[in-house]
């Protein structure tokens, strides 16, 4: 099995939008590229959705999504190497970032902008299908039902409410940096991978790493 492929659980419970993670902890595009070059015994450890992993993720990363990550912390704290934490734009990964520290590590990073960014500085990825990322979910969803229910409102005035409670839902979603409907989508069979043992992607990630290591 190669690095690029283990697949962990399914995605995210208690998914939020993606702020900006501290500047404590998080490393550039440009940093993590010459890292990657000096330490073969570094590891990146993605945690989208198994759609958006499977569309597009860095060469060599292990995905292991949110909600699999948050039910399984303990069971990292084997690991050694340093760590970079990876997702769309760096908010999920500064919460498993949090998970973890919470659970004893203290060699962990995230990837500042996430993959959205490694890719606009010209970082490689390997790309799969083109499925849509959550994060785009949830806008095509969101505007979807407000322009449905505003265009049915012509007819049924009332329905006008539904475009209204979608607005509120997401104010308060980026009041409380929460995403309700992401934890929805999430749950959906195109949004989940297969399941396999946590126990032996931790196992792979504490193996000793091989010495090379593809450009990036």
């Not at 590590?105 to 993959?115: A, D, F, K, P, S």
């Amino acid at each position: 099995m190669t690095a690029a492929t283990p697949t962990v659980g399914s995605s995210s419970r208690d998914l939020r939008e993606e702020p900006t993670p501290p500047m404590s902890n998080v490393i550039s595009p440009v940093e993590l590229r010459a890292l990657l070059s000096d330490d073969a015994t570094v590891h990146l450890i993605d945690v989208r959705t198994s759609a958006e992993f499977d569309a597009a993720h860095i060469p060599g990363s292990y995905h292991v999504p949110l909600e699999t990550l948050s039910e399984h912390r303990d069971e990292f704290r084997a690991l050694n190497q340093q760590v970079v934490l990876v997702c769309q734009s760096g908010g999920r990964a500064s919460q498993a970032g949090e998970m973890l520290a919470a659970a004893g590590l203290t060699n962990v990073r995230v990837l500042e902008g996430g993959i959205g960014r490694w890719t606009l500085t010209g970082g490689a990825v390997d790309r799969g299908r083109g499925r849509w990322g959550l994060e785009r979910q949830v806008r095509g969803v969101a505007g979807s039902l407000v322009v449905l229910s505003v265009t049915a409102s012509l007819f049924t005035p009332a329905l006008v409410v539904v475009a209204g409670l979608v607005g509120a839902g997401l104010v308060f979603s980026a009041l409380t940096n929460t995403c309700g409907m992401a934890l929805l989508l999430a749950k959906l069979p195109y949004n989940r991978g297969a399941a396999c043992d946590v126990r032996e992607v931790v196992s792979q990630l504490t193996q000793p790493a091989s010495p090379l290591r593809a450009p990036l």
